[in-house]
């Protein structure tokens, strides 16, 4: 069973990464949490998430007031644990919060150009190309209510 659990001193140093050739497409924990605390004044929420009791992954999202969004910023499940749905199903656990949170009406993302396996992923979602890009990240945003 997927779950998300608050970072916190007790599980912010868990080793979890992606392999060799995913590392140009996603950022490592260090990052996520060095992102989430650079957005502290954002609201950032920062997730460990788990498979029943075992770390498989992390995740970030925060307000981000420019474009009235939540800005769903990191994702990554642990190489060992990838294949298996544990992504997707905390995505979707975190866009419901960004829901019921009710800030704002929609979340955007970007992805890495040539990462069609998170491409696919968050278009299975309800995200959808923009049509805008940042250098090569690719934009995409998805409606919540």
């Known amino acids: 069973m997927v779950?998300?659990?608050?970072?916190?001193?007790?599980?912010?140093?868990?080793?979890?990464k992606?392999?060799?050739?995913?590392?140009?497409?996603v950022a490592d924990s260090m990052?996520?949490?060095a992102r989430a605390y650079a957005y502290r004044e954002h609201r950032?929420?920062?997730?460990?998430i788990y498979d029943?009791?075992?770390?498989?992954?992390?995740?970030?999202?925060?307000d981000f007031d420019e474009?009235?969004?939540?800005?769903?910023?990191?994702?990554?499940?642990?190489?060992?644990y990838q294949g298996k749905g544990l992504g997707s199903e905390a995505a979707r656990?975190?866009?419901?919060?960004?829901?019921?949170?009710g800030k704002f009406d929609k979340a955007v993302l970007c992805y890495i150009d040539g990462n069609e396996a998170a491409r696919h992923m968050y278009e299975k979602l309800g995200f959808y190309l923009t049509g805008e890009r940042d250098g090569d990240e690719i934009i995409?945003?998805?409606?919540l209510r």
């Open 3 to 16: 779950r998300l659990e608050a970072v916190d001193p007790e599980n912010w140093r868990l080793g979890l």
């Open 18 to 25: 992606v392999s060799e050739k995913q590392m140009h497409y």
């Open 31 to 33: 990052c996520l949490l």
């Open 44 to 48: 950032s929420n920062a997730f460990v």
């Open 52 to 62: 029943g009791s075992i770390p498989v992954g992390m995740a970030l999202y925060y």
């Open 67 to 80: 474009l009235d969004a939540f800005d769903f910023s990191q994702l990554f499940i642990d190489e060992r």
């Open 93 to 101: 656990q975190i866009l419901a919060r960004m829901e019921r949170d």
């Open 140 to 143: 995409m945003e998805k409606l």
